[in-house]
C-alpha cells in the first residue's frame, strides 16, 4: 500500500482532514493498519495550540499544549505520516472516489475523515490573543483548577458561560460573569441556580473591552452600556462566547443539525457512504481534547473496515 499519494492523480487509500488530537489519533491508528494515508491541515495542534497547560490528557501529569503538540509531531514523523499544511475547500464524491479540493491543488482518496474541529470565538480586544495561556482561557473544564483561591472572570451570557461559573465557583474565590445583556441567553433553571453561588456576581449590559498584563492577566477594563469605563482586578478571564464550526466544505454531503455539526453515529460514520468524521466538528458531546482522540481512533478504525468492507484494500 505504501505512502499517501499527494497532487498526482493517484488515490490515497484514506485522506484525514485536520490534525488536531482527532486527527493525530485518526493518522495513527490508520498508520497501524497499513493504510496509504494523507494528512491535510491548516496546522498541527489545533485547539491545543491555544492550550496553556493541560491536566486532564492521560498519561501526563501536566504538559503545556505546545509540548503535547511536539509529541503529536515526532508520533507522525515516527510513522512515516506527512502532514500537508494547506486549506481544504471542497470535498466531491465521484462515484466510489472522493476528490479534496484545496488550495494546493486536488486529492483523491477511497475513504475520507473530516475533523475539522471548531474554533473559539474571540473577543478581538487588546491584551486577548497576548495572555492566551496566561490567564487568558477558552476552558474552565480545563483550566479551572488554576483559578483556586482567585478572583476570576467569565465573559458570555449562554449555558456554556453559566455551566463554566457554577464549575469556577468550586475554586475560585470570587466570579465575575459579565454579559453584554440584561438578560442571559441560557436556561433558566440554569439562572437560577447559578444565583445561589454566593461568590457569583453578575455585571450585566456590560463588555470587556481589554484585558490587561503583561505576563499573566492582571486585570480587565469593562464598559457599561452607558459608556462608562471601569477597571477590574482579576487574574484570569474564561471566555465563553460560543464556538464556530466550519464545514462548508463538506457539508454538501452529510447531515448536519441545528448549531451546523456533522451528525455521525457510534462509529463516526456520516451519512455519506466512506465519509467518516470526528472531534469537535461532530453532534457528539463534550469539547474536550481526549475525547476527540477517541473518536479519531474510532473512525480510523471505521474507515480501515469500510475498505475491507467494500474490497477496496487488499
Not at 60 to 75: K, N, P, S, T, Y
Not at 217 to 241: A, C, Y
Request: proline letters at 2%.
Amino acid at each position: 500500500m505504501g505512502e499517501g499519494q499527494t497532487g498526482s492523480g493517484k488515490v490515497n487509500d484514506l485522506i484525514i482532514v485536520g490534525c488536531g488530537p482527532a486527527g493525530v489519533s485518526a493518522a495513527i491508528y490508520a498508520k497501524r493498519k497499513m493504510l496509504n494515508i494523507l494528512v491535510i491541515s491548516k496546522d498541527v495542534g489545533g485547539q491545543v495550540l491555544l492550550t496553556g497547560f493541560i491536566e486532564n490528557y492521560p498519561g501526563f501529569d501536566g504538559v503545556r499544549g505546545e509540548a503535547l503538540v511536539q509529541i503529536f509531531e515526532r508520533q507522525l514523523k515516527g510513522l512515516g505520516v506527512d502532514v500537508m499544511i494547506g486549506e481544504v475547500e471542497k470535498i466531491e464524491k465521484e462515484g466510489n472516489v472522493f476528490k479534496v479540493i484545496t488550495n494546493e491543488g486536488d486529492f483523491f482518496s477511497k475513504a475520507v475523515i473530516v475533523t475539522g474541529g471548531s474554533t473559539y470565538k474571540k473577543l478581538n480586544i487588546p491584551g486577548e490573543d497576548r495572555l492566551i495561556g496566561r490567564g487568558v482561557s477558552f476552558c474552565a473544564t480545563c483550566d479551572a483548577p488554576f483559578s483556586r483561591n482567585r478572583e476570576v472572570a467569565v465573559v458570555g451570557g449562554g449555558n456554556a458561560a453559566l455551566q463554566s461559573a457554577e464549575l469556577l465557583s468550586r475554586y475560585a474565590k470570587k466570579v465575575y460573569i459579565i454579559h453584554r445583556r440584561d438578560r442571559f441567553r441560557a436556561d433558566e433553571v440554569l439562572v437560577e441556580r447559578v444565583k445561589k453561588h454566593q461568590n457569583i456576581q453578575f455585571i450585566m449590559n456590560s463588555v470587556v473591552t481589554e484585558i490587561k498584563g503583561e505576563k499573566r492577566v492582571e486585570g480587565i477594563t469593562v464598559k457599561d452600556r452607558d459608556g462608562n469605563l471601569s477597571d477590574m482586578k482579576v487574574e484570569m478571564v474564561f471566555i465563553e462566547v460560543g464556538r464556530e464550526v466550519k464545514v462548508d466544505y463538506v457539508k454538501h454531503l452529510v447531515k448536519t443539525n441545528e448549531w451546523g455539526q456533522i451528525v455521525v453515529d457510534k462509529n463516526q460514520r456520516t451519512t455519506c457512504d466512506g465519509l467518516f468524521a470526528a472531534g469537535d466538528i461532530t453532534d457528539g458531546p463534550y469539547q474536550q481534547a481526549i475525547i476527540a482522540a477517541g473518536q479519531g481512533a474510532v473512525a480510523a478504525l471505521s474507515a480501515y473496515d469500510f475498505l475491507m468492507e467494500k474490497g477496496l484494500i487488499d
